[in-house]
């Protein structure tokens, strides 16, 4: 049942993202600089620190990311029902889970757990992302703003090449870690290519919305 905006929602996922990015900056508050007794000592430490910064920077850039793609998503979600509540809840688990698997990967890179698990929390979020629209845009875009139904087709683009960019980083980390993240990089290509190889719906993309999984991530 539709639970007549998605207000609410918007301003719980919002806080939820909020929180998140505000925590990530915990690892580098944490971090003992030992004994400092001079500026040279200090300035030592700041460099040891910079595992911990560019894990920071790499997941902040990301959770950004992904924020804004769900912001692009409820500009176009008129409603909500239990499910999309649900999808939408799974995601945000995985997101309140991203401070502490940046600390992860800072601390213990050396470890194969350390470098998979940022990027498998990443992939659940875009996947559980893709899912939330995937839902919203079933039935000829049952939750959906009228004017949005017709841009179906390249938000399901768009929500496929961000979780194939997440999956492609979770199979590359075990050997190269957060570098894997640079797999984001193609996003907006492979985008752009699915959708030029994703034929219309004959019936047009709003009959077609069920079928054409609209998944929006919206590069």
Excluded: K
Aim: glycine share 8%.
């Amino acid at each position: 049942m539709a639970s007549g905006g998605t207000s609410r929602v918007e301003a719980y996922s919002d806080a939820v993202f909020a929180i998140a990015a505000t925590l990530l900056v915990l690892d580098l508050t944490t971090a003992s600089f030992g004994e400092i007794g001079s500026d040279a000592d200090m300035w030592a430490a700041l460099a040891g620190l910079w595992p911990n910064v560019s894990s920071f920077a790499v997941s902040f850039a990301l959770l950004s990311g992904m924020w804004m793609i769900h912001l692009r998503q409820f500009r176009d979600i008129a409603d909500v029902d239990t499910t999309l509540l649900w999808l939408n809840n799974a995601r945000l688990l995985f997101v309140v889970l991203i401070p502490f698997t940046t600390a992860l990967t800072s601390q213990y890179s050396d470890f194969l757990a350390g470098r998979v698990l940022l990027p498998v929390d990443f992939f659940l979020v875009a996947l559980f992302g893709h899912l939330s629209w995937r839902w919203a845009a079933a039935r000829g875009g049952q939750l959906l703003r009228p004017e949005a139904v017709e841009n179906v087709r390249a938000a399901s683009a768009g929500g496929i090449s961000a979780v194939t960019c997440a999956a492609v980083a979770v199979a590359l980390s075990p050997w190269i870690g957060s570098y894997a993240f640079l797999a984001f990089l193609l996003n907006g290509v492979l985008a752009a290519l699915i959708l030029r190889l994703t034929p219309p719906h004959p019936a047009g993309d709003a009959a077609g919305a069920d079928t054409a999984g609209a998944d929006g991530e919206r590069g």
